[in-house]
């Protein structure tokens, strides 16, 4: 008679192995698992960001981006007549985005001021190319104003300034452009920026300057913001 005792002891796998083989396996596949959506995600990210700023940078089939920027707001404004320092605007929006203005435009080199200012001024930075960021400080903390600011400081053709009484936190005008929003982290004021700041085929004077003019507005000591409404004889907002 043969006796079958089975498979020699040693040499079969011991408890230890059997346990540890398919953790180790397990492990390495998670972590495979992980370090190529971790990729992934980095290559799409990054994928549309650069088709989001190509959306709303200005092309030839493509002059007027911000079209696409929803809440937009467009009002067409032939270049306007000058007004004197002490006259008012009959303007058609608040804040305005264009029609007749001050001769002297406010400094747009990427100042934040810290007070508002008067809007026939600003509405001639908007015929030169600038952007205008304009909020409520009623509406925004100390935060979120320094966040909006980081939008306009030290970047070339933009200013920004409070505007008691906006009917939205926040308000981004340029010439015959207008968008509310309601938060200063909004990723459309990037968007309104890239548009429309400078766009040569948005605003009646391309290449004119946003520099001060000695002897016209002081950026220093800016006129201020009136916020009446203005009379009966105040000049028409278009021009006539």
Request: overall charge negative; proline content about 11%.
């Amino acid at each position: 008679m043969t006796i079958d005792r089975g498979q020699d002891p040693k040499s079969r796998p011991s408890p230890g192995r059997r346990r540890r083989l398919p953790w180790l396996l397990l492990a390495a596949v998670v972590v495979v698992v992980g370090v190529v959506a971790v990729v992934a995600y980095t290559l799409a990210s990054g994928a549309d960001d650069g088709r989001e700023a190509h959306d709303f940078a200005p092309s030839a089939d493509n002059p007027d981006p911000s079209l696409g920027i929803e809440g937009i707001v467009t009002v067409d404004y032939p270049p306007a007549a000058h007004v004197q320092a002490l006259q008012r605007v009959a303007y058609d929006q608040s804040p305005p985005f264009g029609g007749a203005h001050d001769q002297y435009w406010a400094t747009c080199t990427g100042i934040v001021y810290p007070a508002a200012i008067r809007s026939e001024n600003a509405v001639h930075s908007l015929e030169h190319g600038a952007v205008w960021v304009t909020y409520d400080p009623e509406r925004l903390s100390a935060d979120d104003v320094a966040t909006l600011a980081a939008n306009v400081d030290g970047e070339p053709y933009t200013l920004m300034s409070p505007y008691p009484g906006l009917d939205s936190a926040v308000s981004l005008q340029s010439w015959g452009h207008q968008l509310k929003l309601d938060d200063a982290h909004d990723r459309r004021i990037s968007d309104f920026l890239t548009a429309l700041r400078q766009n040569p085929n948005t605003y009646p004077e391309p290449g004119a300057t946003c520099s001060t003019v000695r002897g016209g507005f002081d950026p220093a000591d800016p006129p201020p913001f009136d916020p009446s409404a203005p009379d009966a004889d105040a000049f028409p907002v278009d021009g006539k």
